[in-house]
């Protein structure tokens, strides 16, 4: 009997080591696994909130560098100062994005893109002083410091390479960290069928059937079902320890599915990374594209073509023939139409691409601007007026330039002999506002309610109305920008009548 005592003594001794051993190694998978989950939300953080940023940052000051060399090219042919505009917009988000990339790296960055930061500055500053401000000056010419700016784009293509990089060892270390997840779940599983293996030898000879059951249940939950409850009917400290085991199945079940549901949210968040990434990527790349041919590739020699044909008409007109003269005046006309539409492509593809950040708008100091940039077109015969309006969410040069758009279609289209009458009006429809531009002009056809807002769609010959059909289009982009859908009413019996939508500012509230 006393034996049987001691036995029993060290049958629970020898449980009561094993289960503590067995709970400080799952306490230490444990505490690896949140080590290992905090690691991996370090490297999404970087994924998302710094690289993703930083290259977005880099493909803008891409395009800062072409604004300024478009702006220098500009000047030195014309000479006008307007042209320097681009230039001057291009130093200042310049600097602004260089500050970005640089606070951005500031943290969990690398030394190469702050290298790489410091080239880009120095070729920058390189170019500017041998090329630009020469240029500016009046003592360079546009076609010098080709080779200045092919380096200045190598060290921008240098930096988003740094940035890559960056990012590729970000996804490397979170996919890294996903198999040491998966290698903490193995070996907590390993130690539950270890636990349950012992205990099969250990109480075999005193609790044989009760433990037989146990050791059971706990292999079906090695196996995979951490489902299943596991219970004993056995003696008080065989219940208790099926009590025991079964909270373990619960804790392992609940961090077994917290694993795999944060395993599927960085694999889901890293595929739509990458598709985000690519889409980006194609797109910048498709509009630098054309912004670089359009404003380079066709401009210049468009601008020639211009200004020879100007010259030639203004040195030989009336010298030649008539038929002549008609041909001087075609080719003119020709060149000059083709630099509207060049120039209306070109904001028509900076919708959205070039952005201010959204912010507080109000619309009664927007539509006198408007009606003072149309205030030649309009003459003094039109009646320009709106109802009090209210504030809006959006960038307001865009806002600014969608009404001009709709504005100066109801100028252009005007009945004849009747004075324009335009009328804005606005209505709140939930949490947007709801705006609508109404003339007494010759009104659109219903039949091409949707056609209006094609990009180069005329319905009209170019020799009754002038333009380049592109305006309806840059109004239903700027729309669509801001959050917004644009339409026609086709009820109205005269005139044309424009519904759009824009967000109402978020701290503004809805008043009947």
């Known amino acids: 009997m006393n034996g049987a005592r001691l036995n029993t003594w060290t049958l ?138 092919d380096a200045l784009r190598a060290a921008v ?18 996919r890294s960290t996903g198999s040491t997840l998966v290698a903490l779940e193995i070996g907590a599983a390993f130690i539950v069928i270890l636990v349950g293996a012992l205990m099969l030898v250990l109480l075999n000879r005193l609790v044989a059937r009760p433990v037989t059951e146990l050791a059971a249940q706990v292999r079906q939950v090695a196996g995979g079902d951490y489902e299943r409850p596991i219970t004993s009917g056995g003696s008080p400290e065989l219940r208790g320890l099926a009590t025991d085991v079964d909270g373990m199945r619960r804790q392992i079940s609940q961090e077994l599915a917290l694993v795999r549901e944060a395993r599927a949210e960085v694999e889901l968040a890293n595929e739509r990374l990458e598709e985000k990434a690519e889409e980006l990527i194609r797109s910048n790349r498709d509009l630098e594209q054309f912004a670089y041919v359009a404003s380079h590739d066709l401009q210049e020699p468009l601008r020639k073509v211009a200004s020879f044909c100007q010259l030639l008409k203004r040195r030989y007109g009336g010298q030649l023939d008539e038929r002549a003269d008609q041909y001087i005046g075609f080719a003119v006309d020709g060149a000059e139409r083709m630099q509207r539409l060049i120039n209306d492509l070109l904001a028509f593809s900076r919708i959205g691409r070039i952005t201010t950040a959204f912010k507080r708008v109000e619309l009664s100091h927007v539509l006198p601007e408007v009606k003072s940039q149309l205030a030649l077109r309009a003459g003094d015969e039109a009646e320009i007026s709106w109802d009090e309006l209210p504030a809006v969410e959006g960038e307001e040069p865009l806002i600014t330039t969608l009404f001009v758009n709709l504005i100066g279609n109801s100028l252009k289209f005007r009945r004849p002999d009747v004075p324009p009458v335009i009328r804005v009006t606005a209505e709140r429809d939930g949490d947007e506002w709801k705006i609508n531009v109404r003339d007494n002009g010759i009104g659109i056809e219903r039949e091409f309610a949707e056609k209006v807002f094609v990009i180069f769609q005329r319905l009209h010959p170019r020799d009754a109305y002038e333009g380049t059909g592109i305006g309806l289009a840059i109004v239903k982009k700027i729309v669509e920008y801001q959050g917004g859908r644009i339409w026609l009413d086709l009820d109205v019996e005269q005139g044309a009548s424009v519904w759009f939508t824009i967000p109402a500012p978020p701290d503004d509230e809805v008043t009947s």
């Open 12 to 149: 629970r001794r020898r449980v009561v080591v094993l289960f503590a051993v067995a709970g400080i190694l799952l306490a230490g998978i444990g505490a690896l696994a949140a080590v290992t989950a905090v690691d991996s939300n370090d490297n999404l953080d970087v994924i998302l909130e710094k690289t993703g940023p930083m290259r977005i940052a880099g493909q803008e000051l891409y395009s800062a560098y072409l604004d300024q060399e478009t702006g220098v090219r500009g000047y030195a042919l014309s000479r006008s100062p307007e042209n320097l505009e681009p230039y001057e917009q291009g130093v200042t988000a310049e600097r602004e994005l260089i500050t970005q990339i640089e606070t951005l790296n500031h943290t969990d960055g690398t030394a190469a893109i702050t290298a790489s930061i410091a080239v880009v500055r120095d070729r920058s500053g390189q170019w500017r002083r041998s090329v630009a401000e020469p240029v500016i000056a009046g003592g360079g010419t546009a076609t010098i410091g080709t080779a200045q700016f």
């Open 157 to 174: 293509d240098q930096l988003q390479a740094d940035i890559l990089d960056l990012r590729n060892e970000a996804v490397a270390a979170a």
